[in-house]
T-cell receptor, first 113, second 112 residues
Framework: DTAVSQTPKYLVTQMGNDKSIKCEQNLGHDTMYWYKQDSKKFLKIMFSYNNKELIINETVPNRFSPKSPDKAHLNLHINSLELGDSAVYFC????????????FGSGTRLTVV | AQSVTQPDIHITVSEGASLELRCNYS??????LFWYVQSPGQGLQLLLK??????LVQGIKGFEAEFKRSQSSFNLRKPSVHWSDAAEYFC??????????FGAGTILRVKS
């Protein structure tokens, strides 16, 4: 039973396309996150949702739009993909007061060509 | 601004040797500190954390880390490395609201 699952695992797409990445957690957590890991392995938070409410919104282009239909799901939609969006995107979840103890998914490797 | 520095990009150790991975942080308040490990193609797994209390914390897989406030450090150690420990290790500081700021990671190679 996967705790935090992301789909797809790999995504190759052309510049200008729109794509979505889905994330689901079955841990009963109330907070979910999207992190981006670039080609140099830097991991940086993009968004955080708590019970469907946006909590953290870092400086991310507005082409990126997270959507949380319920507290177990957090999807990431990316419009007009650019070469620089190529990265590994990690979903994570936690309890709100965990202090940073997160469970991460295995990542979605996005390649924009 | 909050930041985490992992000075070593790569470290190679022999199997059975001891290991120390360095981590320094910059954060104005009392930090929450973490070490996560990432195996190839996998997500990050929490090794250990420091919130308060004893400055030497034990984690999974035989790892430990020591918080030294005077040095703003949280170095990860293991007395005897196993080949399965080869992975990338990330130090992170919790900066409130469950937000983690990560270091750039240290790749550990284990030679037999």
């Amino acid at each position: 039973d996967t705790a935090v699952s992301q789909t797809p695992k790999y995504l190759v797409t052309q510049m200008g396309n729109d794509k979505s990445i889905k994330c689901e957690q079955n841990l009963g957590h109330d907070t979910m996150y999207w992190y981006k890991q670039d080609s140099k392995k830097f991991l940086k938070i993009m968004f955080s949702y708590n019970n469907k409410e946006l909590i953290i919104n870092e400086t991310v282009p507005n082409r990126f739009s997270p959507k949380s239909p319920d507290k177990a799901h957090l999807n990431l939609h990316i419009n007009s993909l650019e070469l620089g969006d190529s990265a590994v995107y990690f979903c994570a979840s936690s309890l709100r007061d965990s202090g940073g103890i997160c469970t991460f998914g295995s990542g979605t490797r996005l390649t924009v060509v | 601004a909050q930041s985490v520095t992992q000075p070593d990009i790569h470290i190679t150790v022999s199997e059975g040797a001891s290991l120390e991975l360095r981590c320094n942080y910059s954060y104005g308040a009392t930090p929450y500190l973490f070490w996560y490990v990432q195996s190839p193609g996998q997500g990050l797994q929490l090794l250990l954390k420091y919130f308060s209390g004893d400055t030497l914390v034990q984690g999974i897989k035989g790892f430990e880390a020591e918080f030294k406030r005077s040095q703003s450090s949280f170095n990860l150690r293991k007395p005897s490395v196993h080949w399965s420990d080869a992975a990338e290790y990330f130090c992170a500081v919790g900066v409130g609201g469950n937000k983690l700021v990560f270091g750039a990671g240290t790749i550990l190679r284990v030679k037999s």
